[in-house]
């Protein structure tokens, strides 16, 4: 087992659902409101995150985005879903249907392992 004590990154996965406001919105005024509500917010509460969204409504009726978010740590993590929850984007613009959160390869770390990993050329 690892001795030295590390900083562990989170990835956290929100699947959300839009709403009729937000699909109300032009494409204009969503970007608008991501740019204006959203990233200020996160950026006076934390640093070290990233995000990432994928569009899922081509295949899910339930959920409709998914966005990826990644922590250095767990409590850049939590200062981010603070942040995000005093924005319209938290169950105004979009339902939080679920939230999955985790370490990548966290079993490799809890026992000392090379993580394994699949890579298709």
């Known amino acids: ?6 900083v562990t990154p ?7 659902k839009t709403t009729p406001e937000w699909l109300g919105l ?3 005024e969503r970007v608008d409101a ?3 509500q959203v990233v200020p917010a996160i950026e006076a509460k934390t640093t070290g995150v990233r995000s990432r969204f994928y569009d899922t409504e081509f295949y899910s009726a339930r959920v409709t985005d998914v966005w990826v978010w990644e922590a250095d740590d767990h409590q850049a993590y939590q200062l981010l879903i603070d942040a995000l929850r005093e ?3 938290w169950d105004r ?3 939080v249907v679920e939230l999955l959160v985790g370490t990548e390869n966290g079993y490799a770390r809890t026992y000392g392992l090379d993580a394994v990993a699949t890579i298709s050329t």
Request: hydrophobic share 50%.
């Open 10 to 16: 989170v990835t956290a996965f929100l699947l959300v």
């Open 34 to 36: 991501f740019t204006t």
């Open 1 to 6: 087992m690892p001795t030295e004590e590390a």
């Open 26 to 28: 032009t494409v204009q």
């Open 87 to 89: 924005t319209p984007f």
């Open 93 to 95: 613009y979009f339902e």
